[in-house]
C-alpha cells in the first residue's frame, strides 16, 4: 500500500497544488525506490520533499525529516547526515508532535554505532533517550533502545543488567519489536560466538521478514549484514549448508542493490 498512497498523493498534489501534507508523500516515495534499488532518484524525491517544507508549512516537518535522513545517510557522509535528525526532533517538538521528536533520536542513536561513535558515548545517549521515552510513555522504543543498549554494556563489558517489563508483551504482539529482538540475539550470540543461540535467533528474525518495513532504513543495511554473515557462518556448521548459503546469498544480493 505504500507505493500506491504516496504515489497517488503526489499525483494529487501536482494536479491540485501542492498542500502541508504534500512532502509526506514525496519523502515516502523516495525511501521506497530508494530501498527497490533506485537511489538516486529516491535522493531527488527526498530533496524535493525536504524543499516543500519552506513552501508548504513545516507541519510536516519532524516526520519527513526523519524518512529524509535516513535516505541521505547513503549519499552524503554519514556523520553529517545523522545530524539532520537534531532538526527533525526539534521541529518536531515545535509542532508538539512527541512521536516523530522521539522516533528522530531513536533512529539517529540506532545508527550511531556505524559512524564510529564510542560504545560509551552510545551508553550515555541511550541514557538519556530512555528518560525521554518513559516520561512520553512510549513502550515501543522504549523496549527497542533497551534491546540496543544491552549489547552495548556486553561489549563494554560492563555487568550491569538491563531489564525491560515491557519487553515480553511487546515481543508477543509487536512484529517490529520482535524482529529487532532476534537480531539483537542473533548479532551478541555472533560476536560472542554462541552458534546454537545464533542459529536459533536468525532462524526466528527469518521469520518476521514478512512484515518489514517498505521504507529505507540505515537499520536494515545492518540486518543485511549480519544476518547474511551469521547464516554463512551456520552454513559451515550445519547439515543444511545449501539452505544457509542461499540465506547468506539473499542479503549478499540485498546489500549489493
Same mark, same amino acid.
Given at each position: 500500500s505504500v507505493p500506491l498512497v504516496t504515489q497517488k498523493m503526489i499525483e494529487l498534489s501536482l494536479a491540485k497544488g501542492m498542500s502541508p501534507m504534500s512532502p509526506i508523500g514525496f519523502v515516502y516515495f523516495g525511501s521506497f525506490i530508494s530501498k527497490r534499488g533506485d537511489l538516486s532518484s529516491g535522493y531527488r524525491y527526498v530533496k524535493v520533499a525536504l524543499s516543500l517544507l =519552506?513552501? +508548504?508549512?513545516?507541519?510536516?516537518?519532524?516526520? *519527513?525529516?526523519?524518512?529524509a535522513t535516513q535516505v541521505k545517510i547513503f549519499v552524503e557522509p554519514i556523520q553529517a547526515a545523522l545530524e539532520h535528525h537534531n532538526?527533525?526532533?526539534?521541529?518536531?517538538?515545535?509542532?508538539? =508532535? *512527541?512521536? @516523530?521528536?522521539?522516533? @528522530?533520536?531513536?533512529?539517529? @542513536?540506532?545508527? +550511531?554505532?556505524?559512524?564510529? *561513535?564510542?560504545?560509551?558515548?552510545?551508553?550515555?545517549?541511550?541514557?538519556?533517550?530512555?528518560?525521554?521515552?518513559?516520561?512520553?510513555?512510549?513502550?515501543?522504543f522504549l523496549v527497542q533502545i533497551k534491546q540496543v543498549q544491552r549489547d552495548v554494556l556486553r561489549l563494554i563489558g560492563s555487568d550491569e543488567e538491563v531489564t525491560i517489563p515491557e519487553e515480553e508483551t511487546l515481543v508477543a504482539s509487536n512484529n517490529s519489536v520482535l524482529k529487532t529482538f532476534h537480531f539483537r540475539k542473533a548479532y551478541i550470540s555472533f560476536v560472542f560466538r554462541s552458534y546454537d543461540d545464533a542459529k536459533e535467533h536468525v532462524s526466528k528474525f527469518y521469520d518476521c521478514l514478512e512484515h518489514a518495513w517498505a521504507n529505507l532504513m540505515l537499520s536494515h543495511i545492518s540486518h543485511a549484514l549480519y544476518i547474511g554473515l551469521i547464516s554463512y557462518w551456520v552454513a559451515r556448521k550445519s547439515r543444511d549448508t545449501k539452505y544457509w548459503i542461499a540465506r547468506g546469498n539473499e542479503f549478499k544480493l540485498t546489500l549489493k542493490r
Open positions: =519552506d513552501k +508548504v508549512g513545516k507541519e510536516s516537518a519532524g516526520e *519527513v525529516i526523519s524518512i532538526d527533525g526532533y526539534a521541529a518536531s517538538m515545535v509542532t508538539g =508532535d *512527541v512521536f @516523530n521528536a522521539l522516533l @528522530n533520536i531513536l533512529f539517529k @542513536n540506532s545508527c +550511531v554505532h556505524v559512524a564510529g *561513535v564510542k560504545l560509551q558515548t552510545m551508553r550515555e545517549e541511550y541514557e538519556k533517550f530512555f528518560r525521554l521515552a518513559k516520561e512520553n510513555n512510549h513502550s515501543i
